[in-house]
């Protein structure tokens, strides 16, 4: 029996042995079985989104519980969901909520954001009968929509985690909303080639051991957006104890001594249940590869106690700033091969085109370097984990606004939108610190100020 077998094996057994001691996995290995679980509810999910008729859905969620469905909507074609995942102020403010249905995913149903988000459409539509919820059992979110009367609360299997959700509720009741086939996803994800995902994640990981630590998965520019989904799965799965693939999605090939190169080959959208079951198989082989738990993220929660402290120690503090036209001098003379960087835009919405060509230019610059590039505090609940547990190989540029936002009262909050996306980058900041990562911070009007 080859390794890839065996590993499939111990895999599909539900075997917590596979990785260190420790581990989380016996609580979060629900994701194997859950396409068989979730194919018996098809009918139920298309009825149910059947009977809402409001002409835009918004979707409150961060991470695991917001990438899974932005992928689903763009696959869609259709802009009726809306992706809430930022407490940007400008992206906020622009939501258009007069006929709108809220969805609120939360696993844990504490999550910070999303609990000022809700706070914020609330106030505005205090209509029980719009909202619907996804969490799991016995959590906050759980409670309050049952109290206020919810128009549904999906309650989610516990021994999920959030970044292998996308086939359980949370991926596929906004896929359902979207008007997309949930039950082909379920099926397309049952018939899965489960030794090819295994094979995929053991050469993902031995490649990294090796020094080609760079995943880079070249997507095709109709699902680009699966890029989002894959690099939180990849990044905060294996970030940690110095050790970690460092995702870069891109729509172009990439190539260099320290890439390993992947593509991603989708027809229909509904072989995107395939996919998702695929990159979650290979991924939790990778970890095994690693040594390392694929399922807890030990950073992300220390940057969530900087940002609860910086918000505690009202006002913030003033950070250092540089100059945004110097940008690839100040990474040209700290980068050292096998680095990247990773771009930190702590920006509206709307910029994708804008950022991906400072992407690549920064790329071109610094002679094919891997760079990376991400909305805050939306990668917070993704590849922050990379940043801070895995290798010391990032080169942070923070992006902040130079001109602030109008101010975006919270409800029930004693801070606005403004002052919150501000503590969360700048806890973030302390914590890059705190981990010795080189760090600058730039503020800009135009993001394509960086040069």
């Known amino acids: 029996m080859s390794q890839s077998d065996s590993l499939l094996e111990r895999l599909l057994a539900a075997d917590a042995g596979l990785w260190p001691e420790g581990n989380v996995a016996p609580s979060r290995l629900g994701w194997l079985e859950v396409p068989k679980r979730m194919r018996a509810e098809a009918d139920d999910l298309h009825h149910w989104a059947s009977t809402i008729d409001a002409s835009t859905i918004v979707l409150l969620g961060m991470g695991g519980s917001s990438l899974g469905p932005e992928v689903l909507r763009a696959a869609a074609g259709t802009d009726r969901l809306v992706v809430l995942d930022t407490t940007e102020p400008r992206t906020v403010a622009s939501l258009d909520l007069d006929d709108a249905f809220f969805l609120v995913s939360s696993k844990s149903g504490t999550t910070f954001e999303v609990k000022a988000l809700l706070s914020y459409c609330w106030q505005r539509v205090p209509d029980a009968g719009r909202y619907a919820a996804i969490t799991d059992p016995d959590t906050a979110l759980a409670e309050l929509a049952e109290e206020a009367g919810f128009n549904r609360l999906f309650l989610n299997p516990a021994d999920i985690g959030g970044r292998y959700s996308v086939l359980s509720y949370f991926g596929l009741v906004p896929a359902a909303l979207c008007g997309l086939d949930v039950g082909a996803l379920c099926d397309s994800a049952i018939g899965a080639d489960r030794e090819e995902a295994v094979e995929l994640g053991v050469k993902m990981g031995e490649a990294a051991l090796e020094g080609r630590d760079k995943v880079t998965v070249v997507v095709p520019e109709r699902y680009s957006a699966f890029g989002l989904w894959v690099e939180q799965l990849i990044a905060e799965s294996t970030g940690k104890q110095g050790k970690g693939c460092v995702p870069v999605p891109t729509t172009e090939r990439e190539d260099g001594p320290d890439r390993h190169m992947i593509t991603l080959d989708v027809g229909d959208p509904t072989e995107l249940g395939a996919e998702f079951l695929r990159w979650e198989l290979a991924t939790a082989s990778t970890g095994h590869v690693l040594g390392i738990d694929p399922f807890d993220q030990p950073d ?152």
């Open 300 to 451: 992300v929660a220390e940057t969530k106690a900087n940002v609860a402290k910086v918000l505690n120690d009202l006002p913030l503090d003033d950070v250092v700033s540089h100059d945004p036209s110097t940008v690839s001098e100040w990474l040209g003379e700290r980068s050292r091969p096998g680095d990247y960087v990773s771009i930190q835009a702590y920006l509206p919405y709307g910029q994708d085109d804008a950022l991906e060509r400072v992407r690549r230019s920064l790329r071109d610059k610094l002679g094919g370097m891997a760079v990376t590039v991400g909305y805050g505090p939306r990668f917070l609940h993704s590849t922050g984990q990379l940043h801070k547990g895995g290798p010391n190989t990032v080169l942070a540029v923070q992006v902040v606004p130079r001109t602030p936002a109008p101010s975006i009262p919270i409800p029930w909050f004693r801070y606005d939108f403004n002052t919150m996306v501000a503590a969360q980058a700048l806890g973030d900041y302390r914590t890059l610190h705190d981990h010795e990562r080189r760090v600058m911070r730039v503020c800009v009007d135009d993001i394509e100020e960086l040069r």
